[in-house]
């Protein structure tokens, strides 16, 4: 991939992480990013997380305990923003 679109891509998952949970560090950034691919393919094609899910059950578990980290986040984020 070109460097440009990767520096492009990453400036948009930054803003997200950002605006989704009020910060956009690397480690964070991550745990967006994960929470993003997962959340969409988990939509998109729920039979394959289901497979994934039973194929790497620990892996299912470090991906809940991630979604959960966002969702906490993101709920404190918003609680911030109303203050």
């Known amino acids: 991939m070109e460097k440009e679109f990767l520096q492009q891509f990453d400036a948009l998952l930054e803003k997200y992480s950002e605006l989704l949970v009020g910060t956009s560090d690397d480690a ?49 984020h918003r609680k911030s923003k109303l203050k």
Do not use: D
């Open 28 to 76: 964070v950034k991550e745990k967006v990013r994960f929470y993003a691919l997962y959340s969409h393919i988990a939509k998109t094609m729920p039979a394959l997380a289901k497979h994934w899910n039973g194929m790497y059950p620990e892996a299912k578990n470090r991906i809940i305990e991630i979604m959960n980290e966002v969702k906490v986040l993101n709920e404190q």
